[in-house]
T-cell receptor
Framework: DTEVTQTPKHLVMGMTNKKSLKCEQHMGHRAMYWYKQKAKKPPELMFVYSYEKLSINESVPSRFSPECPNSSLLNLHLHALQPEDSALYLC??????????????FGPGTRLTVL | RKEVEQDPGPFNVPEGATVAFNCTYSNSASQSFFWYRQDCRKEPKLLMSVYSSGNEDGRFTAQLNRASQYISLLIRDSKLSDSATYLCVVPSTASKLTFGTGTRLQVTL
């Protein structure tokens, strides 16, 4: 089973709202990722968790706050977002072997609209 | 040179045609390469991994040319369902992937 699930599928929020995106995998993977994708562009890496510790933050604004409660779950907390943050937010996971050969498996994404 | 470079297309081909995409990469130390397929408004899905000279899976063949630092994807007998964006992906570190901009393929009747 190579499934990564994400909720919600769609989210509309105002600039003063606080919301959270959720991601789950049951493949025993030890690395999890958040990406942001705008239309007609490739995914852009935001955060990487390796063995439940934040290992990469690609200079993401603090209005995005990641959390990894356990090895199967990854959350992205959103607060005071801007309209330009509207995008598809993708979660991915990989075995986390550190070999550089790991395949990343993507979830279906959350389509976020900030009004 | 960009880290990973692809022709954005679109490539418009008739059903049954053979089409090939190239992708060039700048890091000569890269050891593994991936082709992902992404349908409109959907997530990227792994199509093929390439670790040595190439890989074949049915109608799809990926070739790696380390001397010239490019990877190609060949699709034979194109189907309408092959219409998608094909992303060339090269790991830049153990946990970080570099994506090409993607090549859009449209297969027509």
């Amino acid at each position: 089973d190579t499934e990564v699930t994400q909720t919600p599928k769609h989210l509309v929020m105002g600039m003063t709202n606080k919301k959270s995106l959720k991601c789950e995998q049951h493949m025993g993977h030890r690395a999890m990722y958040w990406y942001k994708q705008k239309a007609k562009k490739p995914p852009e890496l935001m955060f990487v968790y390796s063995y439940e510790k934040l290992s990469i933050n690609e200079s993401v604004p603090s209005r995005f706050s990641p959390e990894c409660p356990n090895s199967s779950l990854l959350n992205l907390h959103l607060h005071a977002l801007q309209p330009e943050d509207s995008a598809l937010y993708l979660c991915a996971s990989s075995p986390g072997s550190g070999s550089g050969r790991d395949t990343q498996y993507f979830g279906p994404g959350t389509r976020l609209t900030v009004l | 040179r960009k880290e990973v470079e692809q022709d954005p297309g679109p490539f418009n081909v008739p059903e049954g045609a053979t089409v090939a995409f190239n992708c060039t990469y700048s890091n000569s130390a890269s050891q593994s390469f991936f082709w992902y397929r992404q349908d409109c408004r959907k997530e990227p899905k792994l199509l093929m991994s390439v670790y040595s000279s190439g890989n074949e899976d049915g109608r799809f063949t990926a070739q790696l040319n380390r001397a010239s630092q490019y990877i190609s994807l060949l699709i034979r007998d194109s189907k309408l369902s092959d219409s998608a964006t094909y992303l060339c992906v090269v790991p830049s570190t153990a946990s970080k992937l570099t994506f090409g901009t993607g090549t859009r393929l449209q297969v027509t009747l």
